[in-house]
Structures are given as structure tokens and as C-alpha cells.
């Protein structure tokens, strides 16, 4: 945790991710139930990807064929358009993250009464968003859960299974980095219980 014990004049600020299938956005409904205010960056894009967006222009001219007539931008067509394509993808990441990074900076700013803020981010680590936060959550599961959570998804398949697992940090290594785990296989009780002991541990250091 980089500054829990530090005097602060605006919220905790918790990091949630995870590997896809572990379970992350379930846990991020937990505190929201809980009256934590949650920052989903995944929504975020899908606001920006939405007709009017602020992305669909430039991911326009970026990749022509993943945008509709109406200006949404089709995220299936977009993932195959970059997947292989390093430079392609840089070029994407270089669009979008700066637009999640300034939506998220204005709910901090919404949010700044409140003792504690979710920021739930898929790449945290990958994008180097570990370091706007107090302290990171990896939600986790064993990989035989995992690949069947996420197989049982319409549309997905071995391949786009892998494909999305070699663009995200291995989940040991999230682990590792991580100041708090939750490990989802142990059901909805455990996780909830997990997620009411990380609330009381973190409101109760912050100072005020």
C-alpha cells in the first residue's frame, strides 16, 4: 500500500483487477453495493465507443472498417482489426487510455468526500495505473475456473481465450503485486465477507 498512513485531504483510492473470467466485475458490485463509489474503466470505453463518443472519430481514421454507419465503433471488428498488430494496437491505446484516464479523473474529482474510491481496471498494471492508487485488489481463481467461466461466454473459443491471455499479465504476477487478493472459486459468502473486511480495514486508516 503506497500511502494509506500518509495525511490525506481526498479519498483511498483501491485498484480492482484481474484476468478476464476471475470474477472482477462481481467483486466491483460488492462495493458498489456497499455505497463505495465505483469507477468501471470498461464502461468508460464503452461510452467512448458508443454513437457520439469521443473516441469514434479518431478510431475512424485509425481503423476505418471497425466503425458503424451511425459512429459506434464495433468492438468485435476493432479487436480483430489490431490483434497481431502491435503497432496498430499502440496506436489504439494511444486514443483510448488518455479518454479513460481523463474520465477517471473527473470522478475522483466527483468523488472527493468520500472515504473510499473503487477505480475497477482491467489493465491496471499493464497500463501502469497502479501508481494513481493507494493500494491494489487482484481478484483471482484457478486457471480449470477460470477457462470455464470464460468459455461458457457466447462467442468465445480456445483461441480468442488465448488471444486475450497473452496481451494480459499472468495472474501470478498480478498476485504478486497486489496488496490484497480475493480468490473468487471460494463462492459469493467468502468474497462478500473479503470485501467487508477490506472496506473496514481501509476506511479505518484513513485519517478523518
Known amino acids: ?37 465505483v469507477h468501471d474503466a470498461d464502461a468508460a470505453v464503452h461510452a467512448l465507443y458508443a454513437a ?8 475512424g481514421s485509425l481503423v476505418p472498417e471497425a466503425v458503424r454507419a451511425d459512429g459506434s465503433v464495433d468492438r468485435n471488428a476493432l ?11 499502440a ?37 501502469g495505473a497502479e501508481e494513481r492508487c493507494d493500494a491494489i485488489l487482484v481478484v483471482t481463481a484457478p486457471p480449470q475456473v477460470q477457462r470455464a467461466r470464460v468459455l461458457a461466454r457466447p462467442g468465445m473459443d480456445a483461441a480468442a481465450l488465448a488471444a486475450i491471455l497473452a496481451k494480459q499479465m499472468p495472474d501470478e504476477e498480478k498476485r504478486a503485486r497486489a496488496d490484497f487478493t480475493i480468490d473468487t472459486s471460494l ?22
Open 52 to 59: 457520439g463518443g469521443e473516441a469514434g472519430p479518431a478510431i
Open 1 to 37: 500500500m503506497s500511502s494509506a498512513n500518509s495525511p490525506r485531504d481526498r479519498p483511498v483510492i483501491l485498484g480492482l483487477t484481474g484476468s478476464i473470467g476471475m470474477g472482477k466485475s462481481a467483486t466491483a458490485a460488492m462495493f458498489a453495493a456497499r455505497g463505495v463509489p
Open 91 to 127: 496506436a489504439l491505446e494511444a486514443i483510448v487510455h488518455p479518454l479513460v484516464q481523463e474520465r477517471s479523473r473527473a470522478f475522483l474529482a466527483d468523488h472527493a468526500d468520500a472515504p473510499l474510491v473503487l477505480l475497477d481496471i482491467p489493465l491496471l498494471f499493464e497500463t
Open 187 to 208: 463462492g459469493f459468502a467468502h468474497a462478500e465477507r473479503e470485501v467487508d473486511a477490506l472496506i473496514a480495514r481501509l476506511t479505518r486508516e484513513s485519517p478523518g
Open 79 to 89: 479487436r480483430v482489426a489490431v490483434l497481431g498488430d502491435p503497432a496498430r494496437l
